[in-house]
Every structure is written in C-alpha cells, then in structure tokens.
Nanobody, 125 residues
Framework: QVPLEESGGESVQAGESLKLSCTAS??????????MGWFRQAPGKDSEFVAA????????YYEDSVRGRFTISRDNAKNTLYLEMNNLKSEDTALYYC????????????????WGQGTRVTVSS
C-alpha cells in the first residue's frame, strides 16, 4: 500500500496559483516523525527537488527557482503536507510528488522510500 497520495494539480494560466496536498495513510506510516519534501518531474526531464520541511514544520528550504513563489507547510494532525504555489510559470509544468526527505539535500536523491502517483500541474503562458 502506497502511504502517500498527492492531489490538487490542475491546468492553469501563468501567474495563477495552486495548492497541492499530500496525504499520508495514518495506518501505514508515521508522517509526523518524518521530514517531508516535494519533488517534480517535467516532461522529458529528470526529477528535481522543490522544497522540504522538517518534521515539526519549523524549518524549510527551497529550490532556487521556486523560492519566494512556493510555500511548503504541513498539518501533522491531518497527516497532510502542502505546497502553495503562486505566480506559476510555464517552467513549473510537471508531475509533482511528495516523499520523506534526507534533510539538507537539494537533489532528487533526497527522496526516501516510496511516493504516490503524483499530481500533474500544467501552466500555460
């Protein structure tokens, strides 16, 4: 059973906003004990790191191209991770997925364990 399920992806116009969610199954995984992150894979490209948040939600870091536009957050009571994306650009078009992270890493290798099917974001300019 995949413990993570992403949602919230849509097709939007450049400049618009979206909020993605990643919900963990409380019966299969200790979400509140894990640093979490968002990753994305654009068509024809390798996966890349987007943002990470520590287990309590107090520490965060971002990939340079999204810093100032994206905000990662979490609600441990709901076993849910969020990614609020503002001022979306065409280069943000990708399949977004969440995973536990190796804290401090800014590469796709930071993803630990399994992740869900992802949620697709398409930004038209």
């Amino acid at each position: 059973q995949v413990p993570l399920e992403e949602s919230g992806g849509e097709s939007v116009q450049a400049g618009e906003s979206l909020k993605l969610s990643c919900t963990a199954s409380e019966h299969t995984w200790r979400f509140s004990h894990e640093a979490m992150g968002w990753f994305r894979q654009a068509p024809g490209k390798d996966s890349e790191f987007v943002a990470a948040i520590d287990y309590a939600g107090g520490l965060k870091y971002y990939e340079d191209s999204v810093r100032g536009r994206f905000t990662i957050s979490r609600d441990n009571a709901k076993n849910t991770l969020y990614l609020e994306m503002n001022n979306l650009k065409s280069e943000d078009t990708a399949l977004y997925y969440c995973a536990a992270v190796r804290w401090g890493s800014r590469t796709a290798d930071a993803a630990l364990g399994s992740w869900g099917q992802g949620t697709r974001v398409t930004v038209s300019s």
